[in-house]
């Protein structure tokens, strides 16, 4: 994983080359995510805890310099179950998602909030969907801030709904962390989620459905009580898939 940062002409200068102990198809880098001084590098195919049980990296930066400061992997993984396939860092949390744990179902997922303390990053809290079905991959998009955190169910189906017609679930701290709502993002596939907060009340979700690959926004109030899709963009009329989404500046994404 590469850290660029701008100048004042508004260039990208290339700062550090991120990488840590990993090994032949560890897939480290697989999602990013920055926040101040901290950056965390999902590499969901890891194999200490199994055979692709996946793992997550903590850098911290000191001037220009970045060094690891942790390691992320946890006992709930199993074979395949690709634990660091998404991740998110907002201050002094890290959200880190496992589409394929078993929990609640055949890859039903998971998703693992963990909090810093000084030099220590440790397990907060474990989600599960509350209507969990196997092959949901729940966790494979993710986005946290301060106050709320967003989870990608692309598979997820209601009754009514079309198979896979993929959710996104929010959850907020108060003081303990609880689903608000949710919001069914298509009503037809909605696979290879990759989810971040645009600003305040802004998110954008790059996705796949059939053969295309979307760009949708949504808003959602300070108190989270409603998600509300703004706009749809088609970025890709042949695949569009593996979808991870960043953000470049205050206007730009790539």
Do not use: C
Not at 57 to 79: D, H, L, N, P, V
Not at 194 to 223: C, E, K, M, W
């Amino acid at each position: 994983a590469y850290i660029y940062t701008i100048n004042n002409d508004h260039n990208w200068d290339y700062q550090a080359k991120l990488t840590s102990d990993n090994e032949e198809n560890d897939f480290f880098g697989s999602d990013v995510s920055i926040s101040g001084d901290y950056a965390v590098i999902g590499a969901p195919e890891v194999d200490d805890a199994s055979n692709n049980g996946g793992a997550a990296y903590i850098f911290k930066r000191s001037g220009s310099t970045w060094s690891q400061q942790a390691k992320m992997i946890t006992s709930e993984a199993s074979f395949n179950d690709y634990f660091g396939k998404s991740v998110s860092i907002s201050l002094d949390r890290v959200l880190i998602g496992m589409y394929s744990d078993d929990v609640g179902g055949n890859e039903s997922g998971s998703a693992h909030v963990y909090k810093r303390d000084g030099t220590n990053w440790s397990l907060e809290k474990i989600f599960y969907a509350s209507d969990a079905d196997a092959n949901d991959f729940f966790g494979y998009s993710v986005a946290i801030d301060s106050s709320y955190i967003i989870i990608g169910t692309p598979s997820s189906e209601a009754s009514g709904i079309p198979e896979n017609a993929g959710s996104i679930s929010m959850y907020r701290y108060s003081p303990d962390l609880y689903e608000i709502t949710s919001l069914e993002h298509d009503d037809y596939e909605g696979e290879y989620n990759s989810l971040i907060q645009v600003d305040d009340n802004t998110y954008a979700l790059a996705y796949h459905r059939g053969s295309v690959g979307y760009i949708s926004t949504f808003t959602i109030p300070a108190d989270g009580s409603s998600i509300t899709e703004v706009k749809t963009l088609e970025h890709d009329d042949s695949e569009g898939r593996y979808n991870s989404l960043i953000q470049v500046d205050d206007n730009t994404y790539a």
